[in-house]
């Protein structure tokens, strides 16, 4: 792994945990094995290395999504993605959404970080549409996209509750008319 990647990883685990602004250059060097100076070599602010670091969780959210939704058949994928998410916060660590997090901590939408929380978003609700109108689903694309984000919010807030992930799982299915 790259010195660059490496830090960048580290960086994401440590922002996903603590948070962007309480998360320092000297934590950020400790935590990812390198010096301040080799650090700003690879990212000159920490502006850059945020940026970065969402640029990866992206891709590693997208990716661990797509993979388990598109294990199920086409008719249940727009459920496979609540089942995803009720997994995901149910996982140990779970700290909530990092781009929800990014755009709590960077409130204006023209700040980087919100806008990449934006387009991450956007992303999803693009994907779940196309997983509805290929799943004959259409209307429900938007009630799923909220849906997800609420379950995410939720359990961040309160902790992982199973009463809620059953409560999502069984609106999502009264939404999916999916029969088994």
Not at 38 to 58: D, M, N, Q, S, V
């Amino acid at each position: 792994m790259s010195t660059s990647d490496r830090i960048v990883e580290s960086a994401l685990s440590l922002f996903y945990r603590n948070g962007f602004h309480a998360s320092g250059v000297d934590l950020l060097s400790e935590q990812a094995g390198v010096t301040k100076r080799t650090l700003y070599k690879y990212f000159p602010g920490k502006e850059e290395l945020i940026e970065a670091a969402l640029e990866l969780r992206h891709r590693q959210f997208m990716t661990a999504m797509k993979t388990s939704v598109e294990r199920a058949v086409v008719e249940r994928r727009p459920l496979a993605y609540i089942e995803f998410l009720s997994a995901w916060v149910a996982e140990p660590g779970f700290h909530g959404c990092a781009f929800i997090n990014a755009a709590a901590e960077y409130g204006e939408q023209g700040q980087g970080p919100h806008r990449q929380a934006n387009a991450h978003k956007s992303e999803i609700r693009t994907y779940l549409q196309q997983l509805c109108t290929e799943a004959g689903k259409t209307d429900t694309a938007g009630a799923l996209f909220l849906l997800g984000e609420g379950l995410i919010v939720a359990s961040q807030v309160q902790g992982y509750d199973v009463a809620l992930v059953d409560a999502a799982k069984r609106s999502a299915q009264a939404l999916c008319t999916v029969s088994d």
